[in-house]
T-cell receptor
Framework: AQSVTQLDSQVPVFEEAPVELRCNYSSSVSVYLFWYVQYPNQGLQLLLKYLSGSTLVESINGFEAEFNKSQTSFHLRKPSVHISDTAEYFCAVSSSGSARQLTFGSGTQLTVLP | DAGVTQSPTHLIKTRGQHVTLRCSPISGHKSVSWYQQVLGQGPQFIFQYYEKEERGRGNFPDRFSARQFPNYSSELNVNALLLGDSALYLC??????????????FGPGTRLTVL
């Protein structure tokens, strides 16, 4: 069985400040790791993923996440946030042997303040 | 290209009723998964279908059922609705070719309210 813990339910931050959204996972097998973003009244959009290889993965809009196997973490970071980054962010995991069933965390609401 | 589409967008039912939610995957995608997202929580996996066969099932009661049609669209059925079934129901599609990773693309969801 797998589980995901997002340690912060809400993160308020001022525009242009850095942010880190924390995610820890538990699994007895090798995993794939994901961050999804959900804007109000919309479905989920994949932000970035770790499958294998380099432990640091980046998205096209400036977010990055680092897979830390020893700490079973996959924290999401951005050095400078924008108002448009305000959204709900979900960390998710799936086993690498059956990468179709996603297990999600409870989400972190990121609110960027002017 | 059209993304994953779901219908209806919103639905209001009363306790004990039955509901059918529909999903059309991205063209060429043969796998459809269903997730339930209760307000304030992350999505929870309900079912996955591939080539019209159930390939995975989450921890949901038998009141929940689904099927996939020859054109790869899918229906999620919920019987004997409870207040706790109120949620956003998300559909996701993927290629699922072999055992390699296949990205899941999510639809906008159907918001079900049970009164």
């Amino acid at each position: 069985a797998q589980s995901v813990t997002q340690l912060d339910s809400q993160v308020p931050v001022f525009e242009e400040a850095p942010v880190e959204l924390r995610c820890n996972y538990s699994s007895s097998v090798s995993v794939y790791l994901f961050w999804y973003v959900q804007y109000p009244n919309q479905g989920l959009q994949l932000l970035l993923k770790y499958l294998s290889g380099s432990t640091l993965v980046e998205s096209i809009n400036g977010f990055e996440a680092e897979f830390n196997k020893s700490q079973t973490s996959f924290h999401l970071r951005k050095p400078s946030v924008h108002i448009s980054d305000t959204a709900e962010y979900f960390c998710a995991v799936s086993s690498s042997g059956s990468a179709r069933q996603l297990t999600f965390g409870s989400g972190t609401q990121l609110t960027v303040l002017p | 290209d059209a993304g994953v589409t779901q219908s209806p967008t919103h639905l209001i039912k009363t306790r004990g009723q039955h509901v059918t939610l529909r999903c059309s995957p991205i063209s060429g995608h043969k796998s459809v998964s269903w997730y339930q997202q209760v307000l304030g929580q992350g999505p929870q996996f309900i079912f996955q279908y591939y080539e019209k066969e159930e390939r995975g099932r989450g921890n949901f009661p038998d009141r929940f059922s689904a099927r996939q049609f020859p054109n790869y669209s899918s229906e999620l059925n919920v019987n004997a609705l409870l207040l706790g079934d109120s949620a956003l129901y998300l559909c996701a599609s993927s290629h699922q070719q072999g055992s390699t990773y296949n990205e899941q693309f999510f639809g906008p969801g159907t918001r079900l309210t049970v009164l």
